[in-house]
């Protein structure tokens, strides 16, 4: 038990990523970067596999309910000095590309050009977390993924050395954990494909903008100053894109199917992430349920909807393949008392739950899930369905006193659409969540 649960907490730091999403009614979004998806035969499905994570993390505690792609970077224009990089969180919560830095090879590594700014200075980056963040340079690779790619698209490289060895305090001022290796992270990457085209959009277009992402200069003597980047999300980039955003085709969603898992969880779980929404034979939306999110011009941030539960209005609830369980506040829920399992919820049964989600535009789904205890999860498993986690509980707190974070037990048995603002799928346009 204490195997996965300590890994789980690798995952906590991640739980509800900023940066992803938007939003609004279909019929009220002022497309942005609106873009009619092309109708091409593409290798668009990827596989998606939960297990215990990369070697690395594997030497000591496994990963647990946390979602792998693999992917391919390789130096600008050139088709032989590429990596394949395996155990690349695919997070529906945050936008673009980060991979750990020693996991790139350092002949790669070498080739791969870091973005300057303005002045001719490298370009550095802070991503927050709810509860953490990272830091690292900002550089370019050629990024494939089945068969869609991105040429010279720009990338964080975590923990990078050189001027990117010293973290600026406006960067780390915000507290929680600093994220610098495969062990704190739980992968070797993460792939952020949310619902925005950017990572920080019109925030930090301008000098000392901020919000989940700031972007530094960054002369030899360290990084200091903020700085504006441009949000295009196709060439030329200064910011991270959403790498399905920077596709040619396909570049309006991804579609994340995954088969149910049992209460007592299993070893390992297989599914695939399909690129595009309505833009090939085998991405039609078919769902029931489509739920417009916030936009990126909304004051409480994208990818936001409402979710109804026991009679309180939790206006920034929001569905995140990158958190490891649902995160939500119940004090009336028996917690866990052993040691190991701080901050989970410990029914002496199963227990029926029933949030209610509601769109920006007034159309309302169910949420409802039932909720287990740890206690039955086996061993061995590292997929599981049905926890959950009291976020006042984790250390430090998660600001969730307004959130119901829908994570990765929601995902199970489902097909969830994730569609970018201003891309039209269709009749319709995003961002919305569906399933």
Request: contains cysteine; hydrophobic residues 40%.
């Amino acid at each position: 038990m204490a195997r996965w649960f300590i890994a789980l907490f690798a995952m906590l730091v991640l739980a509800g990523c900023g940066g992803g999403g938007s939003g609004s009614s279909s019929s009220s979004v002022a497309p942005t970067t609106a873009s009619t998806p092309t109708v091409m035969a593409t290798a668009n499905t990827a596989t998606v596999v939960l297990d215990g994570g990369p070697a690395a993390l594997q030497a000591g505690n496994g990963a647990f309910n946390t979602p792998y792609v693999t992917i391919t970077i390789c130096a600008p224009g050139s088709t032989s000095n590429c990596q394949t990089i395996d155990h690349v969180i695919l997070d529906t919560g945050s936008i673009g590309l980060r991979i750990i830095k020693p996991v790139i090879s350092a002949s790669l590594l070498a080739a791969l050009p870091t973005e300057t700014d303005s002045s001719s200075n490298p370009v550095g980056e802070c991503y927050q977390y709810v509860n953490s963040y990272i830091f690292g340079s900002v550089r370019t690779a050629d990024f494939s993924i089945a068969g869609e790619k991105v040429a010279a698209m720009p990338f964080q490289a975590i923990g990078d050395t050189g001027s990117f060895t010293n973290v600026p305090s406006s960067c780390s001022a915000g507290g929680g954990v600093d994220i610098a290796t495969v062990n704190d992270f739980g992968a070797n990457g993460i792939l952020g494909v949310g619902t925005t085209t950017t990572d920080c959009g019109t925030y930090c277009t301008t000098t000392g903008g901020s919000s989940a992402a700031i972007y530094y200069d960054c002369p030899s003597a360290g990084c200091g100053a903020i700085i504006a980047r441009a949000s295009n999300a196709t060439a030329p980039f200064q910011q991270l894109p959403n790498p399905v955003a920077a596709f040619p085709a396909d570049n309006n969603g991804v579609i994340l199917s995954l088969p149910s898992v049992a209460q007592a969880g299993v070893p390992t779980l297989t599914g695939t992430v399909t690129f595009g929404i309505a833009t090939q034979a085998d991405n039609t939306l078919t769902a029931t349920n489509v739920l417009p999110v916030t936009t990126s011009a909304s004051q409480l941030g994208p990818g936001l909807l409402t979710a109804t539960y026991n009679g309180e209005q939790l206006t920034q609830s929001f569905l995140d393949s990158g958190s490891s369980d649902y995160f939500f506040i119940d004090t009336s829920l028996d917690p866990c008392t052993e040691s190991d399992l701080i901050a989970l919820y410990c029914p002496a049964s199963p227990t029926p739950l029933s949030p209610v989600l509601t769109a920006t535009n007034g159309v309302t789904a169910s949420g409802a899930f039932t909720l287990y205890s740890p206690l039955n999860v086996a061993g061995s498993s590292d997929v599981a369905p049905g926890l959950g986690i009291n976020p006042t509980l984790v250390t430090p707190p998660l600001p969730f006193a307004n959130s119901f974070d829908f994570g990765m037990p929601f995902f199970f048995g489902r097909k969830v659409y994730t569609a970018i603002e201003g891309r039209s799928t269709g009749s319709l346009q995003g961002p919305y969540f569906a399933f």
